[in-house]
């Protein structure tokens, strides 16, 4: 989130009257005071929608109190604005300032349709003798409308005293009434949000250094059980509702040190060191679960599409109707997709089952015949956990705990989740709906079976389960020899200590069709047409072709990016277009994209931007300001200057990141979320230290303590670094 956003709003919109909203909350972060890292949860009344709580945008004001020989002037010199509310039908507005002091008001200019006006008017008050230092100054901007009521487009409060003893020159954010759009109550319903505001301040890499040397020193050493390593203080005090944040955070360090693999098999030593029961192991969310799955994530997203993509997409064109459980049949349903009158459960349930195992076949044929294709990180990891849990558990009885460890994980928190809600592993850009959502489900507990390796089957409550349970035992043997191959590699840990990239500079993350348009230098034509372009974009290269099979393609090297942000919709009349911003060789060269196929689809262009932003992010060339115009009729179209060269009037958002798995590394923001966990508990942490070495001193002194490794210098640094 950027340093000049600061409140969100929350919007119900009703399915049947697209675009009508049914009320809206809004989140005003300053207001509601949120404290480091805390997680609000409650129900909340919806709002009526109020146009004049919708502000935003800031407003560029000098102000100053002048003494002249007979009188004294408050003089408000009103700038420009920028980011304005859209309030016209073409995404524009016609905004006027008006600046109200001690009963008198005056205004400025009307500015035609812009968001980005600029007056540079001086207004000034006579202020009387012996005025109250308290008298407010308000400015409000205001949207100016030929027919019917003005729309409040923001204001801003100063009082007197403030001016009489210093200029005031600035930015100033603009704020709704406060009287606007209370609460009515639970007429419109509530919505329970539950809402976290992290703020971080990165700063330079050189200040993390010490703690990436600690954090790095606890995984180069033999792992021991008990050993009080940076890396096993972070876990005894790290909070179960923080351990996924830290877990993405840590494997992504680890990743740029080119230690992953180190690092999981130090957590994975110490979670099977302390587990006595094979059945219960990696169950819980510890800290080398969270680890291993996302480092799946983040390491195997490539091959996870590259696995089921097809079969999922196939599930979702196919929309079959699919039921196994008694109490859940609908018959009526089924009816309409047959060509028969009327279908028995029995028959249902028969043919739910042919076309469930025809899924699974795919599934597991795809699954099993891809061992060549699943990243060398993600089975060398798997191999170093297989030799882990075998020389833990080594009675007969255990035999199948080391494929269960590795099954655990690639099935049950990587492959099934992923079947489950295609959406969150983006290999759907949309959620199921819920005929196909309840099919997804059921292949999903399906191959949660094949991951235990049938274990319990037969022991849950859903019986009805048991039509699948010959085909889940005849893909038991095909998952362990998978398995075997999958680890029957040759690369052995720590042979690599290189830095590890997120993605292969070659893969390409996002692929389809865009209507663009490229600006012709300064002698534009008059009409904008956009032509129609398969793009590709990788984080080398944003290419383009006139279709997928064209063999001549056109690149925009990733590196040259400079800008990526959204247009004004009167640019060109469209609703949905963004726009990437080019340098070559000194001179800016934009291009124009719509993400639009001519029909309504800010998903789409949503998804463009992020995927673009994250290929971008690392560019050092990236600009703090753009134009979200065009340049046309000599002018540029949202500020309506006349120099082609003037610098943007609107700011940039480069920095675009979700806090998951597809976010690019960033070494400086990850390190500072693991010093922020280890600050908030540097209290627990001295406990736990003290309570370790107390533990050594009562069974035999201080001496034992310290040669017992219980009180080295590395963890007195630790505490230093904090």
Same mark, same amino acid.
């Given at each position: 989130?950027?340093?000049?956003?600061?409140?969100?709003?929350?919007?119900?919109?009703?399915?049947?009257?697209?675009?009508?909203?049914?009320?809206?909350?809004?989140?005003?972060?300053?207001?509601?005071?949120?404290?480091?890292?805390?997680?609000?949860?409650?129900?909340?009344?919806?709002?009526?929608?109020?146009?004049?709580?919708?502000?935003?945008?800031?407003?560029?004001?000098?102000?100053?109190?002048?003494?002249?020989?007979?009188?004294?002037?408050?003089?408000?010199?009103?700038?420009?604005?920028?980011?304005?509310?859209?309030?016209?039908?073409?995404?524009?507005?016609?905004?006027?300032?008006?600046?109200?002091?001690?009963?008198?008001?005056?205004?400025?200019?009307?500015?035609?349709?812009?968001?980005?006006?600029?007056?540079?008017?001086?207004?000034?008050?006579?202020?009387?003798?012996?005025?109250?230092? $308290?008298?407010? @100054? =308000?400015?409000?901007?205001? %949207?100016?409308?030929?027919?019917?009521?003005?729309? #409040? !487009? /923001? &204001?801003?409060?100063?009082?007197?005293?403030?001016?009489?003893?210093?200029?005031?020159?600035?930015?100033?954010?603009?704020?709704?009434?406060?009287?606007?759009?209370?609460?009515?109550?639970?007429?419109?319903?509530?919505?329970?949000?539950?809402?976290?505001?992290?703020?971080?301040?990165?700063?330079?890499?050189?200040?993390?250094?010490?703690?990436?040397?600690?954090?790095?020193?606890?995984?180069?050493?033999?792992?021991?059980?008990?050993?009080?390593?940076?890396?096993?203080?972070?876990? $005894?005090?790290? @909070? =179960?509702?923080?351990?996924? %944040?830290?877990?993405?955070?840590?494997?992504?360090? #680890? !990743? /740029? &040190?080119?230690?992953?693999?180190?690092?999981?098999?130090?957590?994975?030593?110490?979670?099977?060191?302390?587990?006595?029961?094979?059945?219960?192991?990696?169950?819980?969310?510890?800290?080398?679960?969270?680890?291993?799955?996302?480092?799946?994530?983040?390491?195997?997203?490539?091959?996870?599409?590259?696995?089921?993509?097809?079969?999922?997409?196939?599930?979702?064109?196919?929309?079959?109707?699919?039921?196994?459980?008694?109490?859940?049949?609908?018959?009526?349903?089924?009816?309409?997709?047959?060509?028969?009158?009327?279908?028995?459960?029995?028959?249902?349930?028969?043919?739910?089952?042919?076309?469930?195992? /025809?899924?699974?076949?795919?599934?597991?044929?795809?699954?099993?015949?891809?061992?060549?294709?699943?990243?060398?990180?993600?089975?060398?990891?798997?191999?170093?956990?297989?030799?882990?849990?075998?020389?833990?558990?080594?009675?007969?009885?255990?035999?199948?705990?080391?494929?269960?460890?590795?099954?655990?994980?690639?099935?049950?928190?990587?492959?099934?989740?992923?079947?489950?809600?295609?959406?969150?592993?983006?290999?759907?850009?949309?959620?199921?709906?819920?005929?196909?959502?309840?099919?997804?489900?059921?292949?999903?507990?399906?191959?949660?079976?094949?991951?235990?390796?049938?274990?319990?089957?037969?022991? /849950?409550?859903?019986?009805?389960?048991?039509?699948?349970?010959?085909?889940?035992?005849?893909?038991?043997?095909?998952?362990?020899?998978?398995?075997?191959?999958?680890?029957?590699?040759?690369?052995?840990?720590?042979?690599?200590?290189?830095?590890?990239?997120?993605?292969?500079?070659?893969?390409?993350?996002?692929?389809?069709?865009?209507?663009?348009?490229?600006?012709?230098?300064?002698?534009?034509?008059?009409?904008?047409?956009?032509?129609?372009?398969?793009?590709?974009?990788?984080?080398?290269?944003?290419?383009?072709?006139?279709?997928?099979?064209?063999?001549?393609?056109?690149?925009?090297?990733?590196?040259?990016?400079?800008?990526?942000?959204?247009?004004?919709?009167?640019?060109?009349?469209?609703?949905?277009?963004?726009?990437?911003?080019?340098?070559?060789?000194?001179?800016?060269?934009?291009?124009?994209?719509?993400?639009?196929?001519?029909?309504?689809?800010?998903?789409?262009?949503?998804?463009?931007?992020?995927?673009?932003?994250?290929?971008?992010?690392?560019?050092?060339?990236?600009?703090?300001?753009?134009?979200?115009?065009?340049?046309?009729?000599?002018?540029?179209?949202?500020?309506?200057?006349?120099?082609?060269?003037?610098?943007?009037?609107?700011?940039?958002?480069?920095?675009?990141?979700?806090?998951?798995?597809?976010?690019?590394?960033?070494?400086?923001?990850?390190?500072?979320?693991?010093?922020?966990?280890?600050?908030?508990?540097?209290?627990?942490?001295?406990?736990?230290?003290?309570?370790?070495?107390?533990?050594?001193?009562?069974?035999?002194?201080?001496?034992?303590?310290?040669?017992?490794?219980?009180?080295?210098?590395?963890?007195?640094?630790?505490?230093?670094?904090?």
């Amino acid at each position: 989130m950027k340093p000049f956003m600061h409140q969100g709003a929350v919007f119900g919109v009703g399915e049947k009257n697209t675009g009508r909203s049914i009320g809206q909350i809004q989140c005003n972060y300053e207001r509601e005071k949120f404290t480091e890292d805390e997680m609000k949860q409650n129900w909340i009344n919806l709002s009526a929608v109020d146009p004049n709580k919708e502000v935003q945008g800031e407003i560029s004001l000098e102000l100053q109190v002048v003494e002249e020989a007979h009188q004294r002037l408050l003089c408000c010199h009103v700038l420009e604005a920028r980011d304005l509310a859209p309030r016209d039908l073409s995404g524009t507005s016609d905004p006027f300032a008006r600046v109200l002091f001690n009963g008198q008001i005056l205004e400025t200019a009307i500015i035609k349709k812009t968001r980005f006006p600029r007056w540079e008017e001086m207004l000034e008050f006579v202020l009387e003798e012996g005025a109250d230092s $308290e008298t407010p @100054l =308000v400015v409000e901007v205001w %949207d100016w409308d030929m027919v019917g009521k003005n729309d #409040f !487009l /923001g &204001q801003v409060k100063f009082c007197l005293g403030s001016m009489q003893k210093t200029i005031l020159k600035d930015w100033f954010r603009l704020l709704p009434l406060p009287n606007a759009g209370e609460d009515a109550g639970d007429k419109l319903g509530q919505l329970r949000l539950q809402v976290r505001l992290a703020e971080d301040r990165i700063l330079p890499s050189s200040y993390y250094q010490p703690l990436i040397d600690l954090l790095v020193e606890s995984v180069l050493c033999p792992p021991e059980a008990d050993d009080l390593t940076p890396l096993a203080l972070l876990e $005894e005090v790290c @909070l =179960v509702e923080s351990r996924q %944040d830290v877990s993405i955070k840590l494997v992504k360090i #680890f !990743l /740029g &040190q080119g230690l992953v693999i180190p690092f999981l098999d130090y957590l994975n030593f110490r979670e099977i060191s302390r587990t006595m029961d094979p059945n219960t192991l990696f169950r819980s969310n510890s800290l080398a679960s969270k680890s291993t799955e996302q480092f799946m994530k983040i390491v195997g997203m490539p091959y996870l599409h590259e696995v089921l993509k097809v079969i999922v997409h196939r599930i979702f064109e196919e929309k079959k109707y699919v039921e196994l459980d008694p109490c859940k049949i609908e018959p009526s349903r089924a009816k309409r997709i047959s060509f028969k009158a009327s279908l028995s459960e029995a028959q249902i349930r028969e043919g739910s089952l042919e076309v469930l195992k /025809g899924y699974l076949g795919q599934i597991v044929d795809a699954i099993v015949g891809s061992t060549e294709s699943c990243p060398s990180l993600m089975r060398v990891a798997f191999k170093q956990l297989y030799k882990r849990v075998e020389q833990r558990f080594k009675e007969e009885e255990h035999q199948e705990a080391k494929y269960i460890a590795i099954s655990g994980f690639l099935f049950l928190r990587f492959f099934a989740p992923a079947i489950l809600t295609p959406k969150l592993f983006s290999l759907r850009d949309h959620h199921a709906d819920t005929q196909t959502s309840r099919t997804l489900l059921l292949l999903a507990k399906a191959v949660q079976s094949i991951g235990n390796l049938g274990l319990q089957l037969g022991h /849950g409550k859903e019986q009805w389960m048991e039509p699948l349970h010959p085909f889940i035992f005849a893909s038991i043997g095909r998952v362990q020899e998978f398995l075997d191959r999958l680890i029957d590699v040759d690369t052995e840990m720590g042979d690599e200590k290189q830095p590890w990239t997120l993605f292969h500079s070659s893969d390409i993350i996002k692929e389809g069709y865009l209507q663009k348009r490229k600006a012709e230098g300064v002698h534009l034509v008059s009409r904008f047409t956009f032509k129609k372009r398969y793009f590709w974009l990788s984080h080398e290269s944003f290419s383009y072709s006139k279709s997928p099979e064209w063999q001549v393609r056109t690149s925009i090297p990733i590196q040259r990016i400079c800008a990526v942000e959204r247009v004004d919709e009167n640019a060109f009349q469209q609703p949905h277009v963004m726009q990437i911003t080019t340098r070559e060789t000194g001179v800016g060269c934009e291009l124009h994209l719509s993400c639009t196929f001519f029909w309504q689809n800010v998903n789409e262009l949503n998804q463009w931007l992020s995927a673009i932003r994250k290929a971008t992010i690392a560019n050092e060339c990236m600009l703090p300001f753009c134009h979200p115009g065009a340049f046309r009729g000599n002018r540029w179209t949202c500020c309506l200057q006349t120099d082609r060269a003037v610098r943007g009037c609107s700011r940039t958002h480069s920095a675009v990141t979700l806090g998951d798995w597809s976010d690019p590394l960033d070494p400086d923001a990850e390190a500072q979320m693991v010093y922020k966990q280890l600050l908030l508990h540097k209290g627990k942490l001295r406990f736990v230290q003290g309570k370790r070495i107390g533990r050594s001193c009562l069974a035999g002194g201080v001496g034992n303590a310290i040669q017992a490794g219980l009180y080295p210098k590395k963890k007195r640094r630790m505490l230093l670094v904090l």
